[in-house]
């Protein structure tokens, strides 16, 4: 889980904060897609970190 976590927090990072997402899109077409992003991206990106964190609370009581 800690290894989705990461992939995924990484991931949504980066198609937030740079053009990625954006450039790939408007390659492919889609341009019309980019105004939903933020609706989908930022709540994945915080989805991601709560994983993220549950399962690095988790290792540390396992310990």
Known sequence: MLKT???GTVI???CCF????VILLSA??????IGWLDYVL??????FLAM???ALWK???AK
Do not use: D, E, M
Request: no cysteine; proline share 7%.
């Open 52 to 54: 993220t964190g549950y």
């Open 42 to 47: 930022l709540p994945a990106l915080v989805i």
């Open 5 to 7: 976590g990461i992939i």
């Open 28 to 33: 492919v077409g889609l341009s019309a897609i």
């Open 12 to 14: 949504a990072a980066i």
């Open 59 to 61: 290792k540390s009581q």
């Open 18 to 21: 740079t053009p990625v997402l």
